[in-house]
């Protein structure tokens, strides 16, 4: 029988939820109601605006609170309502997954599908960067044994731990790769068919944190036109165009800076996680 699918999305609170971001939010929700194969549901942990339609594939629970209760509460609702899926995917408000994925993987057995190159979108210049990272991102596909595994601790942070224990899912992410490091059915997806996009904006919460916008926007590697065949739609869609595109121009320097780097990240990266056959390097 083929997959099922299951999304958890922490809803980003209104009193965060800028006009862009909620652009974002409807972007994110569209390439959802856009996957090529259906056989999958959303949670939606948090408060929708008025005007905000989703279908009946998005289960809504009505519960305000920090990111980390609202996928404890998540995890609680699947269990307590007993969901039926077999692969569980986080989900942030703001991220674009990717469309065609899930067709994919209908038919596979795996514990778990993740990008080895994590990839980002500007949304201000539409452009698309890809940089090797020696953890694992928040967006992957969890077999549900393993996203509802007891693993780890809580992501540091002043929030309710409604339990003593968390669950994969609700886990840490950059402790995500300590858990898969034994398993051997692991899919790294195709670079050029990446899990998801996570979007970067200048009214983003970590952006705004950031000292030097240029600096922030350059740490996440080497940035060109996109051309990820899954992500093509991005191209007609500009979410940041009241805002200066603040990156510095990419010179040479900066671009073998990057390659220097990514070597790096992927020589530690393979001593802590199994490689694509299923062999510890």
Known sequence: MPNSFLFIIPLTPRSHLSSQRLSLRKLCFDTLKSQSYSN???????????EEQVSEKFIKIDFEGQKEEKLQKAT??????????????????????????????????FDLCVDK??????????????????????????????ALAIVG???PGDY????????????????????????????????KSPVYLRSLSSGSITSLQANNYSEYMNNFGYWKENNIGAFS?????????????????????????????????????NKVIINKNGTRT
């Open 76 to 109: 609680e609702y699947i269990l307590r309502k007993e969901l039926n899926c077999d692969y569980i995917i986080r989900l942030d408000d703001d991220d674009i997954f990717n469309p065609v994925i899930l067709d994919s993987l209908k038919d596979k057995n």
């Open 153 to 155: 601790s809580f992501p």
């Open 233 to 269: 739609f991005l191209k007609k869609i500009k979410i940041d165009t009241g805002t200066e595109n603040k990156r510095k121009k990419q010179n040479l320097l900066f671009f073998l800076k990057s390659i220097k780097n990514t070597i790096i990240s992927l020589k530690v990266y």
């Open 160 to 191: 309710q731990r409604y339990k003593e224990k968390p669950f994969l899912i609700e886990n840490e992410h950059n402790d995500f790769h300590f858990h898969y490091t034994e398993k051997n059915n692991i899919i790294f997806s195709d670079k």
């Open 40 to 50: 999958w549901k959303a949670l939606l942990i948090g408060e929708l605006l008025d």
């Open 117 to 146: 190159y994590h990839s980002f979108w500007d949304t201000s210049s539409g452009m698309i960067s890809q940089k090797i990272m020696y953890w694992f991102p928040n967006s992957c596909i969890h077999n549900k044994k393993h």
